[in-house]
Every structure is written in structure tokens, then in C-alpha cells.
């Protein structure tokens, strides 16, 4: 589910930033997968900036061509030659200055670059509103008020804000938050803050007789609204009402569609509009369905109904498949005049098993087959008649037809505040418990002693028991704000200061269910493999001069281990282990927690039908990436290590501190330690770790349904460039689709220039609700190229 935190301030005033809120509506229940940055315009009008028209004279060797020098407020005019007819001395301008890229409506961003043109200089360019995506027009520059202050940026000028966009995984039981009434129903109970729903007091009913409405299965059609709206005009909604839509991502089709699309996100009530020119009889008949009834859905698709399925028909035929999906004959369209607007509570079983039977899900169904409001369809219903009226220029021409034979009571049940801090597991004051409850909007109708009686209103589907009353009280109050008692500190997550002993444990699992083993060596080690003479600890009265010293780091453990495995015909190693180092200082001595890993020898053990493959330095790499991912530790940033005890290898720092060392071990260090062939090793500062660890909940994610594509780029770069870089710019470009960045091939030598490396990259797409299609995938990398070359200089091969 999408939310707008711009949509959300209509609601409720919010002083936090969307970072702020994101963390807050996940602590409350309302889990954000994802905040991104939503332009209404694209590219944001970024580096565009107000300009004047000093003098403006005839190209010499072009007609068409004028040759001008524009003032952006720097030192010295701008040399622009411009092709528009309405160029003239005197005008401010909007100017795309050398380096900015445009975002024009229609085609990819371009760069602007210093150029001749025709034999003329020209430095920028005056823009066009459909070169920067202002609109679509080509009949000239963009003229700007004279009050326009030169040099200030076209983004203020016209106002263009950023809005955000909330991904957040809705759970099944949470259909009162679908939407963002209901999102911001939940954040006024957490800032104690009330909310604001807009006033609909100018509607009113007409007084002809509109369509007819009989309600035949009021056991599936509980609730069933409507209002017959004359003298509408079909056409674009305007910019305000697609900007809204844009920003959720539901595309825009004409203003009575949008309007009722707006509803559904803004109120969670799904609406829907009939062309009343065709509904048979002017009558409205809600119905089931015949048993294998012919109906053509707005896909264009013929299906068999059933006898279980619940439809909204007209006197001689279905019309739409009730809260599901509407039918291709009855849908409004450019020509209709005159609608009926529907607005229903319709049975949340009856529509899921529908929904499911044909296999179609949307927006509609997915609202009412977990449970909507039953008060809210005719506010929904004026609402959006008001906003047709404003819109479209309809006008009410009936009364509001509203069969609600049996009115849907609250849920009332008692609460005992005793329990609630039992099950919650805090001394909670009473009156903190009554004031959430309150706030959410449930009613306390009598309170005696610890025991209050609630009434919860109807659009709270799932709570109907004292248990999900105390579930929403702990949401408000905030699951951080719970202690968790010592003795059920059972994994990684239950804590913000994590058991040292319960991650090593997981982390000893990790490498264990990677075929690794662990060893245990003698904290005592020779001379000749500590770091530094003058801060290692020596004992007084060694038992050999083999173990006079304590150990500064585990390599030459682990390098012990595998030269004694080796000896002993067992070559190939993947070995870990958990110990301490020892130093002495000023203070006297410290020690330090580590973890190592170690690998040698083959990959896998030598089998008949497999031929055996050396173990490398990637190997490694990757048993320490998955410890670093499963530990949630980010912010990483990886550089070449030293020479001193590798050939090559990596640092992950953490800021400044090292938090692993990894490479290939020294040839030097193999003969001190007598081992023969290549040795792969890690060290991790486990007392680092300790303290970077953030809380990180594990997520089953269902396979997706869908297939994922793969596209290769081969890309030449400066020879400094990082695999890493590449993998950030790719992320940041695409959060959604792009979900692996591989390489493959890399290239250093003859055919390239002095400095450079090509790259081979593989890009793995996939959308987890549909299949992709070659524009939507090409699109794609023709950003990633494009970012490529902006922010590393990479150029496609």
C-alpha cells in the first residue's frame, strides 16, 4: 500500500520529517518497506535557473536562428542561440545552464553542453515547456513574469515541492489503515493530535427522481448507496488531482475515474461509476448472479459467473461484479453526460471468494475482502460528489438512495486494565491505558474499578476482543518502550545490547550450515608471530620458547591448524574461530574478542563425478559478506588492506575503525608457519561487532510468481572505480526492480586507454506483481547508463 506524506498533512499537521514518520509508523504497526523521493515534475526542474534577455540579434548564418546574451546574475551574459519565435530583448527566461539535464516530457534526459551552433557560440539554453517538463507545448520558450528575480532557481519560481512515498506492508488484519484517512486515524492516536475530515455540509440532494435501486441480496450488499449525477464533463483531471495519484502510482484516466480512485486512497471506500444512458429501465438491481451468466469484465474478457457471485445489474443485465471489478459496457467514457455513483459496504467473504474465484485482484476487492467501514459510504458518496461538481461541473440531481436495512453495531465488550499490563508485561498507569484507547477512537462507555467497558467502532474489523484491545494499546504505547526480562533473551533481536553469547552462537550456526568448522587453539604462541615486540605480553617462565608469548592475532593459529591437517592428508580447510588477543599498554594489558575464518585447499571434497576446484579469495569474501548481512551491520565501506600479512585483501571499515581484515595470506607467513599452497584469510574485532549490531527481524518472502530478466552492460572505466560503487549507483538508481548486480567479466590491457578497465555487469530484474516488459526494462538501463556515465564517467562499450 502506497501513502503520501503530503496527502497524509490534509489530515493531520505533522512536524516530523519523513524520515522521522517512517520510523514512527513502523513502530506503530504500519510497517514502511520503502520512502522514496516522488517528483511532480520530472527531473524536479533541478539546475534550472531565472534569466534576462539583454540583447537579442539575427544569427548570421541561419534565418530561423537568433543569436542572445542572457543575464542568470553571474559575472559575465550568457551567449545563447535559440531557435523560438517568441525570443526577444527584455524577457525573463527559464535557462538550462552547461551541465544541467534536462528532463523533457517525452523522451529521455539530455545534458547541456557548450557548443557552436551554425558557427555561433552557445552556453545553455532557453527552454521550451516541453524540453524541461512543464507540459507539452513546442511553440515556444517559456515567458516568465517580469517580477521573476533573475538567477533565482525555477524550482521556487514555480513552486515545486517534492513529496514522498510511503511503501508500507499492510497486514490482513489492519483494513481500518488502508488508506489514508486510516493511516492518519493511527498517527493522531500516537501524537495525541486530533485529525480533521473535510467538511461535505454543501452537499445537497436533488429533486428529481434519479436511478432506481433495489437491493435483492442484502446479506452480501449490507450497505448499498448511491446518487445519479447529471450534466458532467468527462475529460483530464486537473494537475492538483493527478500529481496525488502519480505520487501513489495510480495513473491517471479522466477526472470521474480519478475522483473515485482518490476516494478509495483517501478514504478507503471503493467507489464506482456507471454511464446511467446505460443502465437498462434507469434501474440499479443488486443481485447474484445466474449460474454461468455471461459477463464481459473491463479487460475485454468474457467470464462465466457464478450463482455465488454478487453483481450490480441493471433490468436486463450485470453490469459490474459487485466490489470486485466493473464491466466493459457500463463504465463512464468521453461521451457520458450523466453518471450513477455507487458507494457500498458489501460482505467481505462474499467478495473475497469472488475475487478468487476469477482470479482478479484490485484495489476494490483488496479493501473489501478484508472489511470497510459501514458508515462511511455515504460521507464517501458526498464527498465525492462535491468534488465532481467542482470538477467535472456535475449537479446532484436525485436524493441519495441508501438501503441500510440493518445497521452494523460497534463491537462492545469489557477490558480489564490488569490484564492489559499482564499480557503487555509493564506496569502501565490506568489512566495511560484509557487515554490510548480513547485516542484510537474506541469509546469507554462505563469504567469500574480496573474493569471499562469499550465500544469499537465498526471500521475496526479485528478487534472484537479484550486480547486485540490490549495488541492496540502496545502499538500506541510502543513495543520499544517494553523491557524485555533477561531470562527471554533467546536471540539476536530481543534486545538493543545483544547477548554476546547468543550471537556467537548464531553466527558459529551460520558458518557451521556453510561447511566451515570450528577449531580452538592455544591462546600461547611464539615470538616470531606477534605483531609487535613492544606490546606483546610475554610470560616470565615459558614451559618452551614455542608458547612464551601471548597471541596478538589468530592468523597464525589457524595457519598452525591447517599446516597439521596438511601433514596428515587433509589439505582442504574452512575453519573458524572464536578467541581473544592480547596487548600490553600504559595501563597496563587489554584484550580483545575475535573472530577468524580460514580457507585452503579445494572447494569441494575431490568426487568421481565433480573435478575439483581451488578454494579463492572470493570464497572467503563471501562467508564474510553474509555475516556482515546477517548481523544488519551497515554502512561499510570497503578499502585495500596493507601488506602486512596479505598479499592483497580488503578492510571493512566502520568509520574509522577496522571492523574485518580479509585476503590472501603472504607467501612470507605460509613458510613461517610451514604451509604449502594459497591461504585465505579473516579476522573479524569481535568487540567492534559487539557494538554495530543493529536489530535486524528476519522476513519470509514468498517466492515470486513471476519471471526475472537479466541485461548486461559492458562499461569502461577509470581503473579506480570499485565493484561497489557500481553496486550502490545501480541500487540507488532502481530500489524496486533491480534486485542482483553481478560482474562477470574484467578486462585490463591492450585496446583499452592508460588508466582504464572494462567491466562486464549483469543486471537481474524482476517485479514481484507482474511481468516486465521490454519498454519498462529498457527504460531501466538507459537510467543506469545514464547515471553510470554522470557519477563515475563510465562509458558503454
Known amino acids: 500500500m502506497n501513502i503520501s506524506y503530503n496527502w497524509l498533512k490534509n489530515y493531520i499537521n505533522i512536524d516530523k520529517t519523513p524520515e522521522e514518520l517512517s520510523l514512527i509508523l513502523t513502530d506503530i504497526g504500519l510497517e514502511v518497506e520503502l520512502l522514496e523521493t516522488v517528483q511532480s515534475i520530472p527531473g524536479g526542474l533541478e539546475g534550472l535557473v531565472v534569466g534576462e534577455v539583454k540583447t537579442c540579434g539575427q544569427h548570421p548564418n541561419a534565418d530561423k536562428l537568433k543569436v542572445t546574451t542572457v543575464d542568470i546574475g553571474g559575472s559575465e551574459l550568457l551567449h545563447i542561440v535559440c531557435g523560438a519565435p517568441n525570443v526577444r530583448e527584455g524577457l525573463k527566461v527559464i535557462v538550462a545552464t552547461v551541465g544541467t539535464y534536462c528532463h523533457p516530457a517525452n523522451g529521455e534526459p539530455f545534458k547541456i553542453t557548450k557548443s557552436k551552433i551554425r558557427g555561433e557560440v552557445s552556453e545553455g539554453m532557453l527552454c521550451g515547456e516541453d524540453e524541461i517538463g512543464l507540459g507539452t507545448s513546442h511553440a515556444g520558450i517559456v515567458e516568465l513574469s517580469a517580477d521573476a528575480v533573475v538567477g533565482s532557481r525555477v524550482k521556487d519560481y514555480f513552486n515545486v515541492q517534492d513529496d514522498f512515498r510511503y511503501e508500507i506492508g499492510l497486514t490482513p488484519n489492519r483494513a481500518d489503515a488502508a488508506s489514508h484517512l486510516g493511516v492518519a486515524r493511527d498517527l493522531a492516536a500516537y501524537f495525541r493530535k486530533p485529525y480533521t475530515l473535510a467538511d461535505v455540509s454543501a452537499f445537497q440532494e436533488g429533486k428529481d427522481v434519479g436511478v432506481q435501486v433495489e437491493v435483492k441480496a442484502p446479506t452480501a450488499a449490507p450497505r448499498y448507496a448511491g446518487v445519479t449525477i447529471s450534466d458532467i464533463t468527462v475529460g483530464e483531471s486537473p494537475d492538483w488531482l493527478k500529481e496525488k495519484l502519480n505520487v501513489i502510482g495510480v495513473r491517471p484516466i479522466n477526472n470521474i475515474v480519478d475522483i473515485t480512485n482518490y476516494i478509495l486512497h483517501d478514504l478507503g471506500q471503493p467507489l464506482h461509476a456507471f454511464d446511467a444512458a446505460r443502465i437498462a429501465e434507469n434501474k440499479v438491481v443488486v443481485r447474484y448472479a445466474n449460474e454461468n451468466e455471461p459477463f464481459k469484465t473491463l479487460d475485454g474478457i468474457e467470464r462465466k459467473l457464478s450463482s455465488e457471485d454478487l453483481v450490480i445489474a441493471d433490468a436486463e443485465k450485470p453490469m459490474c461484479i459487485a466490489g470486485v471489478f466493473g464491466g466493459e459496457y457500463s463504465g463512464v467514457n468521453e461521451t457520458t453526460t450523466r453518471i450513477f455513483l455507487e458507494s457500498a459496504y458489501f460482505d467481505a467473504v462474499s467478495v473475497r471468494k469472488t475475487s478468487k474465484r476469477h482470479g482478479l485482484k484490485t484495489d476494490s476487492s483488496f479493501r473489501f475482502e478484508r472489511g470497510t467501514d459501514p458508515n462511511m459510504p455515504v460521507y464517501a458518496l458526498q464527498k465525492a460528489a462535491l468534488m465532481i461538481q467542482e470538477i467535472a461541473g456535475g449537479q446532484?440531481?436525485?436524493?441519495?438512495?441508501?438501503?441500510?436495512?440493518?445497521?452494523?453495531?460497534?463491537?462492545?465488550?469489557?477490558?480489564?486494565?490488569?490484564?492489559?499490563?499482564?499480557?503487555?508485561?509493564?506496569?502501565?498507569?490506568?489512566?495511560?491505558?484509557?487515554?490510548?484507547?480513547?485516542?484510537?477512537?474506541?469509546?469507554?462507555?462505563?469504567?469500574?474499578?480496573?474493569?471499562?467497558?469499550?465500544?469499537?467502532?465498526?471500521?475496526?474489523?479485528?478487534?472484537?476482543?479484550?486480547?486485540?484491545?490490549?495488541?492496540?494499546?502496545?502499538?500506541?504505547?510502543?513495543?520499544?518502550?517494553?523491557?524485555?526480562?533477561?531470562?527471554?533473551?533467546?536471540?539476536?533481536?530481543?534486545?538493543?545490547?545483544?547477548?554476546?553469547?547468543?550471537?556467537?552462537?548464531?553466527?558459529?550456526?551460520?558458518?557451521?550450515?556453510?561447511?566451515?568448522?570450528?577449531?580452538?587453539?592455544?591462546?600461547?604462541?611464539?615470538?616470531?608471530?606477534?605483531?609487535?615486540?613492544?606490546?606483546?605480553?610475554?610470560?616470565?617462565?615459558?614451559?618452551?620458547?614455542?608458547?612464551?608469548?601471548?597471541?596478538?592475532?589468530?592468523?597464525?593459529?589457524?595457519?598452525?591448524?591447517?599446516?597439521?591437517?596438511?601433514?596428515?592428508?587433509?589439505?582442504?580447510?574452512?575453519?573458524?574461530?572464536?578467541?581473544?588477543t592480547y596487548f600490553k599498554t600504559d595501563e597496563g594489558y587489554r584484550e580483545r574478542q575475535n573472530l577468524s575464518l580460514c580457507v585452503a585447499g579445494d572447494q569441494l571434497a575431490e568426487q568421481w563425478s565433480l573435478k575439483s576446484k581451488k578454494t579463492n579469495f572470493y570464497h572467503l569474501k563471501a562467508a564474510v559478506d553474509a555475516i556482515v548481512k546477517r548481523l544488519n551491520i551497515q554502512g561499510v565501506q570497503l578499502q585495500e588492506t596493507d601488506g602486512k600479512y596479505f598479499d592483497y585483501g580488503l578492510d571493512y571499515k566502520k568509520g574509522q575503525k577496522v571492523l574485518v581484515t580479509l585476503g590472501a595470506v603472504s607467501v612470507a607467513n605460509l613458510k613461517k608457519a610451514d604451509v604449502d599452497g594459497k591461504v585465505y584469510f579473516a579476522q573479524f574485532d569481535w568487540d567492534l561487532v559487539m557494538k554495530v549490531i543493529r536489530k535486524n527481524t528476519i522476513k519470509y518472502k514468498e517466492v515470486s510468481k513471476f519471471p526475472a530478466v537479466r541485461r548486461d552492460l559492458s562499461l569502461l572505466m577509470d581503473d579506480a572505480v570499485t565493484f561497489e560503487e557500481l553496486t550502490r549507483i545501480a541500487a540507488k538508481t532502481e530500489r524496486k526492480l533491480l534486485k542482483e548486480v553481478d560482474i562477470f567479466d574484467v578486462y585490463k590491457g591492450s585496446g583499452l586507454p592508460e588508466g582504464k578497465k572494462s567491466y562486464a555487469l549483469s543486471f537481474t530484474l524482476q517485479d514481484e506483481e507482474k511481468t516486465l516488459n521490454d519498454k519498462q526494462i529498457d527504460a531501466i538501463i538507459k537510467k543506469l547508463m545514464l547515471n553510470f556515465e554522470q557519477e563515475i564517467g563510465a562509458v558503454v562499450r
Open 396 to 580: 446532484v440531481v436525485s436524493a441519495v438512495t441508501d438501503s441500510y436495512p440493518a445497521p452494523v453495531s460497534p463491537f462492545i465488550f469489557s477490558v480489564d486494565y490488569r490484564r492489559v499490563r499482564q499480557l503487555i508485561g509493564k506496569e502501565i498507569p490506568n489512566t495511560e491505558i484509557k487515554a490510548i484507547i480513547e485516542a484510537l477512537g474506541i469509546g469507554i462507555s462505563e469504567e469500574s474499578g480496573e474493569e471499562i467497558t469499550v465500544s469499537v467502532p465498526a471500521y475496526k474489523v479485528d478487534v472484537t476482543r479484550e486480547v486485540d484491545i490490549i495488541e492496540e494499546v502496545l502499538r500506541i504505547y510502543g513495543y520499544n518502550n517494553i523491557e524485555l526480562k533477561p531470562q527471554i533473551k533467546s536471540s539476536l533481536n530481543t534486545t538493543e545490547k545483544p547477548d554476546k553469547e547468543v550471537v556467537l552462537n548464531q553466527v558459529a550456526d551460520l558458518l557451521i550450515g556453510n561447511g566451515y568448522r570450528e577449531i580452538l587453539n592455544n591462546s600461547l604462541t611464539k615470538l616470531s608471530f606477534v605483531e609487535d615486540e613492544q606490546t606483546a605480553v610475554r610470560l616470565v617462565n615459558p614451559l618452551s620458547s614455542d608458547l612464551d608469548t601471548m597471541r596478538q592475532n589468530l592468523l597464525f593459529s589457524a595457519l598452525t591448524t591447517v599446516a597439521y591437517n596438511q601433514k596428515r592428508k587433509s589439505p582442504n580447510a574452512k575453519y573458524f574461530e572464536y578467541g581473544k
